[in-house]
């Protein structure tokens, strides 16, 4: 069955560096990926979206790669802020417009 | 242009008793989604609609569950006998008709609480 995987261990970074998150899939060719912020005790915020023929896609201090052969997709937040503390998921297209989610990684950010 | 609305925010039931959530999806909008999050567990698919039909609700319990879009109003979720294990957050998300993504757009969720 179609399965994506994130990083289960929180992870903690020091303000101003680069954090990078990881999503890897089995068993599906999504046409495009996506990833979301989810803060505590709200919905998920849509972030970046990239197509499977795109390399590499960036919005401003974010930065997201996917590379379908390793069928990952990299997730980075360069100079990061403690404001960027949040749970991030990533998301591939499904079949029927039904998206598959990962469970999230959450990352800290500490001042 | 206002976001996605869900009500109540919070719900509280007793064992036995009906819930029914409400989404207002995006003004634009024609396709609802809804998910149910555990703590310290992802996103669990639910049901997908368009106006006056259900598209897929392989997600959704078979029993207690129902989801409904009308031509007008919002969409409701409704469980019916609500038992313990219902308890969790249901969040509602929106896309827009015909779009070529499926980018969502969330509501801030109700938080359901069985005693």
């Known amino acids: 069955s179609q399965k994506i995987e994130q990083n289960s261990e929180a992870l903690n970074i020091q303000e101003g560096k680069t954090a990078t998150l990881t999503c890897n899939y089995t068993?599906?060719?999504?046409?495009?990926l996506q990833w979301y912020r989810q803060d505590p005790g709200r919905g998920p915020v849509f972030l970046l979206l990239i197509r499977e023929n795109e390399k590499e896609k960036r919005k401003e201090r974010l930065k997201v790669t996917f590379d379908t052969t390793l069928k990952q997709s990299l997730f980075h937040i360069t100079a990061s802020q403690p404001a960027d503390s949040a749970t991030y998921l990533c998301a591939l297209a499904g079949n029927n417009r039904k998206l598959i989610w990962g469970l999230g990684t959450s990352l800290a950010v500490n001042p | 242009n206002a976001g996605v609305m869900q009500n109540p925010r919070h719900l509280v039931r007793r064992r036995g008793q009906e819930a029914r959530l409400r989404c207002s999806p995006m003004k634009g909008h024609s396709h609802v989604y809804w998910y149910r999050q555990l703590p310290e567990e992802g996103l669990k698919f639910m049901v997908y609609l368009q106006k006056e039909n259900i598209i897929d609700e392989s997600g959704m319990p078979k029993e207690r569950f129902s989801a409904e879009f009308p031509k007008e109003g919002p969409s409701i979720l409704r469980i019916q006998q609500v038992v313990r294990g219902d308890s969790a957050a249901y969040f509602c998300a929106s896309s827009p008709l015909g779009a070529g993504t499926d980018t969502q757009y969330f509501g801030p969720g109700t938080r359901l609480t069985v005693l």
């Open positions: 068993n599906y060719s999504p046409a495009y």
